[in-house]
T-cell receptor, first 114, second 114 residues
């Protein structure tokens, strides 16, 4: 059973470009979470999705950031018009259920904005 | 609302010594508590979790943690540190009422000296 897959592992974008980060959850998992980790900091929750639905996006910046989890295919975190402050590691996690179910993390995508 | 405080951003121990990483949480409802380990440039790996039942939880790699409701604590311990334990450790809390969203502490970097 493959773990959570994220790609690309490293992404370099110039200011103003768009970044697309992909996450394929573990087989059988329908809950996907995105977290951002800034240098020297912990993980900050961004968004929680189920298939075709955004359940909680309270951690998402109001502008430029969006997320989706279509019926088919991976979950996508999209950052438009990137700025240097978006440079961070973005982690995706998936779980079978919620609450006490553990979240399995992907290896992360390290975004560098130049 | 829920929050996590990890006391000590850096902990250094000698190989063979006791490891103690501190975590205090705040939650208005019964919490689920987790400890994760992160090695450089990798995702998070679950060490152990507490949901209900026995308050002393044993995890992988010889780690354990005890849920103390009266102290709102979930400290992580290991009797004898190994060089391979050097990593960053994150405590996290979630509940049944927040759709599985986990709140993470800022992390503790563990250094093991030979």
């Amino acid at each position: 059973n493959a773990g959570v897959m994220q790609n690309p592992r490293h992404l370099v974008r110039r200011r103003g470009q768009e970044a697309r980060l992909r996450c394929s959850p573990m087989k059988g998992h329908s809950h996907v979470y995105w977290y951002r980790q800034l240098p020297e900091e912990g993980l900050k929750f961004m968004v929680y999705l189920q298939k075709e639905n955004i359940i909680d996006e309270s951690g998402m910046p109001k502008e430029r950031f969006s997320a989706e989890f279509p019926k088919e295919g991976p979950s996508i975190l999209r950052i438009q018009q990137v700025v240097r402050g978006d440079s961070a590691a973005y982690f995706c996690a998936s779980s079978q259920g919620t609450g006490g179910d553990e979240q399995y993390f992907g290896p992360g995508t390290r975004l560098t904005v130049t | 609302a829920q929050s996590v405080t990890q006391l000590g951003s850096h902990v250094s121990v000698s190989e063979g010594a006791l490891v103690l990483l501190r975590c205090n949480y705040s939650s208005s409802v019964p919490p689920y508590l987790f400890w994760y380990v992160q090695y450089p440039n990798q995702g998070l790996q679950l060490l152990l979790k507490y949901t209900t039942g026995a308050t002393l939880v044993k995890g992988i790699n010889g780690f354990e943690a005890e849920f103390k409701k009266s102290e709102t604590s979930f400290h992580l311990t290991k009797p004898s540190a190994h060089m391979s334990d050097a990593a960053e450790y994150f405590c996290a809390v979630s509940t049944n009422t927040n759709a599985g969203k986990s709140t993470f502490g800022d992390g503790t970097t563990l250094t093991v000296k030979p």
